[in-house]
């Protein structure tokens, strides 16, 4: 993979690269993003500058556009490279499509870029295969578009199933590796020789229409191809054969010119289609070394176990040269896209221009850290045709553009029919009214707004004779433009015990609720709960409100609801969780059986900064492990929710470390698909006193907001 480097990391390499040879440019060149962000039309005033991520597409149909500027080093502002790519890193559960790159505006900042004062894309340069999290996407872009300018902006638009948006590591990323970087590749200095690039060598710049409205038939999209083989030869001792080093020393080590040899072979469909780039990727191991890399044409059939310097391969073809970058930064060489073509094994030579006395180590494939062996890059267009985008200046609002129309076919991480995501996990919120709000759409509303997406789910509460779904609850779950799902925690008994209900006496009603689900609904996909958290309303055998009780009257109230012909329901079974009550055995008492419960939900709240993961399993005794382990291992298969979770107690700073750690605590959770947050202030009955809303606190909604708002839970918006 390509981990690109931190910005002073990169500086240091752009200067030393920029002050070889007479003043010109030489070799490679990684420039850092200096500012990104993106426009997010379905919250007009939104700045996204200070995200993790940069978004990028249709998610829940909103268009979102990133914007990138990048701050070039003053020498090689007046010099064009021979080749230039844009290298960014997909985050998150990987999502496929294509990015398009276009030139932009600079007259924005991160700080106030929002979808309502957004510049538009202007010019479409190239178009690239989005490749999966872990791998960088490199896209090429014509040399011109970074030729005489002190700053570069670039504008990206997204080729997506509809739904789907891209996140790319933002500068603001915790991994300092994984921001957008440019990568200038200039010719090397007069002694080394310098890659000639023409139709079938070096890399060509096809016209933007072409790279973004063709596919023709073979591989699509971006592969990359880890090394095969890999080896270095060592003249001063002829017959030494460090096939199973973990490096490859290439220069001159004690002047005896160490010459590194890779091999790669290649997927059957690779061998005969040429790729519209091509690039080489090496990583730099140990000390930083300065120097430039020049890579040559040689034969394949070597062994890596017997290559010496007494049997090594001729140096062929030299097909150029690149700047090394620095340790743990990816070192990316652009071959001609012709050099593999025809091949079912491929193999190079690297020599290289050092000061004397020093050879430069590369990672091998037998490096302890597999992440940074060698590896070759293959863009190809993106799969099929897909619409041109059609450059306009800033319209009257400034909006962007739309993004162009989504061609993938790719499920990506579309909720199954009983609404588990492929990956990642929904999140969600209850629709609380504030203040003046009278409605439930506008509770969501002004959540979506804080959180800059649309909700995966929201949560309402029923009980009794009430009649649901309410028209502004079906109109949430039916806007096309932003789906939702409801989540409606349903109490049916409306003056009934449990055993009353189980034996029929609310069937009527239960009837009725089932006439109007149809009605407002038309099949679409909710999810219901029966009388959740039932553990402080247990009685003894005979009260009618016994576990049996209770498990009874899930299932009738399920049972009777399917007969009615209700469709699209998907149950929770929705416990508190708390660990005293598993202690006691109530647990296995309580369920109703695997074939009326979809789901299984707990509620969990953290208290003075407890984290998601010590909530989720908290546990004192020993014949109780913990909600979630005991529901894992007793239920396997069954996705898992919180249905409510809330964070309270303690500073600013304390709350809003729990939302900090969410991602990477739900991600450890594999079985937990569905976050629920109960979004109540201490003015709520409803919340025992305590402060668990996330929007009364600028440093909580503002974690909220990054959690809430990470690429593992982007599902609908």
């Known amino acids: 993979m390509i981990e690109t480097p931190t910005s002073s990391a990169s500086s240091a390499s752009s200067a030393s690269s920029a002050s070889a040879g007479s003043g010109a440019p030489v070799g490679q060149i990684v420039v850092p993003v200096v500012a990104d962000s993106y426009s997010n039309p379905a919250a007009p005033t939104r700045v996204a500058g200070q995200g993790l991520n940069v978004m990028v597409g249709d998610a829940g149909t909103d268009g979102r556009t990133g914007y990138l500027e990048f701050a070039l080093p003053a020498a090689v502002q007046g010099a064009t490279p021979a080749f230039a790519s844009l290298v960014l890193h997909q985050d998150g559960p990987p999502r496929t499509g294509s990015v398009v790159v276009s030139t932009g505006s600079s007259s924005w900042t991160e700080s106030t870029l929002d979808a309502a004062n957004a510049p538009g894309p202007a010019t479409p340069l190239s178009e690239g295969a989005v490749a999966p999290t872990g791998d960088p996407t490199v896209i090429s872009i014509p040399p011109t578009a970074v030729s005489g300018q002190a700053t570069v902006t670039l504008v990206l638009q997204a080729h997506t199933t509809a739904g789907t948006a891209l996140a790319f590591a933002s500068r603001e990323n915790p991994d300092p590796t994984a921001g957008e970087t440019l990568v200038l590749s200039y010719p090397g200095s007069t002694t080394s020789p310098t890659p000639q690039p023409t139709s079938t060598g070096g890399q060509p710049s096809p016209s933007p229409s072409s790279s973004i409205t063709t596919g023709p038939?073979?591989?699509?999209?971006?592969?990359?191809?880890?090394?095969?083989?890999?080896?270095?030869?060592?003249?001063?001792?002829?017959?030494?054969?460090?096939?199973?080093?973990?490096?490859?020393?290439?220069?001159?080590?004690?002047?005896?010119?160490?010459?590194?040899?890779?091999?790669?072979?290649?997927?059957?469909?690779?061998?005969?289609?040429?790729?519209?780039?091509?690039?080489?990727?090496?990583?730099?191991?140990?000390?930083?070394?300065?120097?430039?890399?020049?890579?040559?044409?040689?034969?394949?059939?070597?062994?890596?176990?017997?290559?010496?310097?007494?049997?090594?391969?001729?140096?062929?073809?030299?097909?150029?040269?690149?700047?090394?970058s620095p340790s743990g930064s990816p070192t990316v060489i652009a071959l001609p896209p012709s050099a593999t073509e025809g091949s079912s094994t491929v193999a190079f030579a690297l020599t290289a221009q050092t000061t004397p006395d020093t050879a430069i180590a590369f990672a091998s494939a037998q490096n302890s850290d597999q992440s940074l062996q060698a590896e070759l890059v293959f863009s190809y267009p993106a799969s099929g045709p897909s619409p041109t985008p059609t450059p306009t200046g800033t319209g009257t609002s400034g909006s962007p553009s739309p993004s162009p129309t989504p061609t993938s076919t790719s499920p990506g991480c579309a909720e199954s029919a009983l609404l588990v995501p492929a990956c990642g996990a929904l999140i969600g919120s209850t629709a609380n009214l504030e203040g003046v709000e009278t409605s439930v759409a506008q509770s969501v509303a002004r959540q979506e707004s804080e959180l800059g997406r649309t909700l995966d789910i929201v949560h309402v509460y029923h009980s009794g004779g009430d009649s649901w779904p309410t028209n502004g609850e079906a109109a949430l779950a039916s806007d096309p433009s932003h789906p939702r799902i409801l989540f409606v925690s349903w109490k049916p008994e409306n003056g009934s015990t449990w055993a009353q209900v189980a034996a029929g006496v609310q069937d009527g009603q239960i009837d009725a609720t089932a006439s109007r689900i149809t009605s407002q609904l038309d099949g679409l996909p909710f999810f219901l709960t029966i009388h959740h958290e039932p553990e402080n309303e247990l009685g003894g055998t005979g009260s009618g409100y016994s576990p049996a009780d209770y498990a009874a009257m899930f299932r009738h109230v399920v049972q009777r609801l399917r007969a009615d012909g209700v469709t699209g329901m998907v149950t929770v079974w929705d416990m508190m969780g708390f660990d005293g009550w598993g202690d006691r055995g109530l647990y296995p008492q309580l369920y109703p059986g695997d074939d009326v419960v979809d789901w299984i939900g707990f509620d969990p709240y953290s208290h003075n900064g407890s984290s998601l993961a010590q909530i989720v399993d908290t546990h004192n005794a020993p014949q109780f492990p913990g909600f979630y382990t005991w529901a894992t291992t007793q239920h396997p298969g069954k996705p898992l929710m919180l249905g409510e979770f809330g964070v309270a107690g303690g500073s600013s700073a304390i709350r809003a470390s729990v939302f900090t750690s969410l991602v990477t605590d739900a991600a450890a959770l594999p079985a937990l698909k569905a976050l629920v947050y109960f979004n109540h202030g201490p003015s709520d009955a409803n919340s025992g006193g305590h402060d668990l809303s996330y929007d009364d606190d600028p440093v909580v909604l503002a974690a909220a907001r990054m959690a809430f708002e990470h690429p593992y839970f982007m599902h609908s918006g």
């Open 217 to 324: 038939p073979g591989p699509s999209g971006q592969r990359v191809v880890p090394v095969s083989a890999d080896t270095y030869s060592i003249p001063s001792q002829p017959t030494q054969a460090p096939g199973q080093a973990s490096v490859v020393m290439v220069g001159d080590e004690s002047t005896d010119g160490r010459v590194g040899y890779l091999s790669f072979a290649l997927p059957s469909d690779l061998q005969t289609a040429t790729p519209s780039f091509l690039s080489l990727v090496l990583y730099q191991v140990g000390p930083t070394r300065a120097g430039a890399v020049v890579v040559h044409a040689t034969t394949a059939g070597w062994d890596e176990n017997t290559l010496d310097a007494a049997n090594a391969p001729a140096l062929l073809t030299a097909f150029s040269e690149g700047a090394v």
